[in-house]
């Protein structure tokens, strides 16, 4: 058994590795496939079965577990998790290891899928410095996402000094948008 630093090195060694020798489409079937539907079926159970409930009991455990330095708020309609320390990337950054570009998209490649086939979707940005925010919801009702980001408070990631230092990526929906989308006034809403 590899311990947790060996293996974010691994996973970011693997990404690379995949992208480069089968390219990109690749990649996202191996996150989609042998991360959502193999290694973590039990995160997709707990969130088809028990909604937010279930989300809770994973990221909860899984986060604390990890050390992570997040919050989760729900409100009604909207769950939120906002990463200010994400061990595994901050691992990578402490280290000096960038084998993949993206090594954060990882987390919306096995997320995604799980999300959408457990009947929620997902609005996310991160900006490859450990820090990043996810509000999922169900697509087919009226969210109040302003809401949920209202309700963390201090605990929003978004309200740091430096969460636009880093380059960032903007999902709307489980899709990646295009790079002009991510500056604009409106990419936090």
Known sequence: ????????????????????????????RYWAEAIAFDSQRHAYELIRDKGFDGMEAYWGHTLTQEEAGYAITRTEDVFRIDMHDCPSKGFLI????????????HCMGWIGPVAQ?????????????GQC????YRPDEAADLNAARAKAGDKNVELRPDW????????????????????SPDAAT
């Not at 058994?1 to 690379?16: E, K, N, R, S």
């Not at 402490?94 to 998209?105: K, S």
């Not at 880093?166 to 990646?176: I, K, T």
Request: charged share 25%; with cysteine.
């Open 117 to 129: 086939r457990a009947g929620f979707t997902i609005d996310h940005e991160h900006n490859h410095r």
């Open 1 to 28: 058994m590899i311990g947790v630093q060996d293996f974010c090195g691994h996973y970011d060694w693997t990404f690379a590795y995949l992208r480069h020798t089968y390219g990109e489409a690749a990649l996202q």
């Open 133 to 136: 925010w996810w509000q999922l």
């Open 164 to 183: 636009r230092r880093g380059d960032r990526h903007v999902y709307r929906q489980c899709r990646q948008m295009p790079p002009e989308h991510e500056d």
């Open 94 to 105: 402490e280290n000096g290891l960038a084998a993949y570009d993206d090594y954060c998209a």
